[in-house]
């Protein structure tokens, strides 16, 4: 059973590794948006506290997150394993998930501030068909026009400089402080983000078979 957390900065990429992992072990990938989204269009009384807060901009607090990811747990697609993604995101959440679904392993995807920086700032996003593109790794054919459509290219708000420097401090005084609570339990293992993707997934990709069968050692991969 391949049971994982996902921890890292934003723009490390944690969703283009679930979205491998996912398609190579057939588990799902779990995270807490669309969690979120699948409850609110549900009719349970789960659903409707938190359709509620969305509709009021709020943040969803620590036990409905907790509530709501335990229920998903117990859905029939997850026997094989699942990717957590974006819970627990805080040090409470990790606490309550140890008496209810405890992780094989956490894959720490770590990657410099800087890199952070440029690998967010350089994204340009189309707000017509929702393509995304980067300037760097992946230019548009005609600058600030989108390929598939033509529509004018945009700077997400939350990629403008000033927004990535308060994602990396709430990360850092939040998320980050669950490496060390995995690294207590021999959990926690570094994966250097600062490579191609396929050279971090030929790296990973026997780590995770691995756990299929046997414990994850307590070493970084």
Partial sequence: MIAIILLGPPGAGKGTLAEEIKTAFHIPHISTGSIFREAAAGKTPLGEQVRSILASGGLVPDELTIALVRDRLK?????????????PRTLPQAEALEGFARPGAV???????????ARLSGRRTCPACGEI????????????LCDRCGAGL???PDDEEGAIKNRLRVYRTQTAV???FYRERGLCHDLDCHRPP??????????LQGLEADPPPSSSI
């Fill in 154 to 156: 945009t700077i997400r």
């Fill in 178 to 180: 669950l490496e060390g």
């Fill in 107 to 117: 894959i720490n995807l770590c990657l410099p501030e800087e890199e952070v920086t």
């Fill in 75 to 87: 859905q029939g697609d997850t026997e094989r394993g699942y990717i957590l993604d974006g819970f």
């Fill in 198 to 207: 396929a050279e971090i997934w030929k790296e990973l990709k026997p780590f």
């Fill in 133 to 144: 593109f980067h300037v760097r790794h992946r230019p548009s054919r005609k600058e600030g």
